[in-house]
């Protein structure tokens, strides 16, 4: 039967990377019948046509590899299949092509009717949202402090007080970015992995780029990370949740400075997000590049990201309420 149904999926991979950087109104008949997906899909092209048009950019083209990861052949007519989707989008700006990917991921429910397979529901995983949407997997429901996998502590050499603390350090920001770059769509093995992994997978970037270890020994103080020992979690909420790296952060923590706007950021500073303007913060990034027009481009996890568009309007995420941190970090601590 996967050899019917896969046909179906070609089709629908292919009108995503249509819709991802052509807005007008499709000509072709649609094989998605799933009211709900069509109505948000409408509105998010407008939206990405708006989008493009204010940034002075224009979209060139997508491209898309899927990964099955999981089939489940619910009746003889219909079957569930759970998919990993990495796009890579180009568009040109100021005369210059840029490159962004992400990986998102979709649940489809596929439906034969005399003989024709069609789309009957999409499930849009919107990970960046904590605690829970989209895809009810048992891994991606994970409560944000258990990690995905026992991998063995990563134990710093500030931890264990090897060297002297009262050492001025300099924050190297391209190394930091060259770390966001390297680990952008995996897991550094010598760290845990969390279900919602994007400010642990910020916290090792700076570190990466030589941001000082402030271990208290306490969760909910300091900014610090030890790995998993003796059975427990051994690092500060600072370190793997988006609220309180923003509390850290405004708080003075890394000598990070609140600014006002993204064109002041510099490489390695971070900026973290409420998409509902309600106070909590649920989402980070790191800055690794800048467009042709000196806007900067970050990287994140959860929803794995590389040279990204900072305001993330193109996310299911974002909302009119959309609330933006941007830190930048001291050059020297």
């Excluded at 989008?51 to 979209?59: F, I, L, N, Q, T």
């Excluded at 944000?144 to 050499?157: C, D, F, Q, T, V």
């Excluded at 680990?183 to 093995?189: C, K, L, M």
């Amino acid at each position: 039967m996967a050899d019917e149904w896969k046909g179906a999926l070609s089709a629908y991979i292919q009108q995503q990377n249509k819709d991802e950087v052509d807005f007008r109104p499709s000509s072709v008949p649609t094989l998605v019948t799933d009211l709900e997906y069509l109505i948000r899909r409408g509105e998010r092209k407008q939206l990405l046509a708006d989008w493009y048009s204010k940034r002075k950019a224009v979209p060139i083209r997508s491209e898309t590899r899927a990964k099955l990861l999981r089939e489940t052949e619910n009746r003889k007519d219909e079957v569930q299949v759970d998919l990993q989707l990495h796009r890579t989008i180009y568009y040109e700006k100021g005369g210059v092509t840029h490159k962004e990917e992400r990986i998102d991921q979709e649940r489809l429910t596929l439906q034969r009717d005399d003989g024709s397979w069609s789309i009957i529901r999409v499930d849009i995983r919107v990970a960046e949202r904590h605690p829970q949407t989209g895809i009810p997997y048992t891994a991606m429901d994970a409560d944000l402090e258990i990690p995905k996998s026992a991998s063995r502590p990563y134990l710093n050499r500030e931890v264990l007080g090897v060297v002297n603390q009262s050492r001025v350090k300099q924050y190297n920001r391209a190394e930091a970015a060259a770390y966001a770059d390297r680990w952008w769509n995996s897991a550094n093995p010598e760290f845990q992995e969390f279900a919602v992994d994007c400010t642990n997978y910020i916290s090792q970037s700076l570190f990466a780029g030589g941001a000082p270890i402030n271990y208290t020994g306490k969760r909910e103080s300091g900014w610090w990370y030890k790995g998993y020992v003796g059975g427990k979690e051994a690092w500060s909420y600072s370190w793997s949740v988006a609220n309180s790296l923003e509390r850290y952060l405004s708080s003075g923590g890394l000598g990070a400075k609140v600014l006002e706007r993204p064109q002041q950021l510099e490489l390695g500073d971070v900026i973290i997000y409420d998409w509902d303007g309600n106070g909590a913060y649920e989402h980070s990034t790191i800055v690794t590049a800048f467009d042709a027009g000196g806007m900067p481009l970050v990287n994140a996890h959860t929803v794995s990201s590389k040279h990204r568009y900072w305001d993330y309007r193109d996310s299911y995420a974002w909302t009119e309420n959309t609330v933006y941190r941007f830190f930048h970090l001291a050059d020297r601590f």
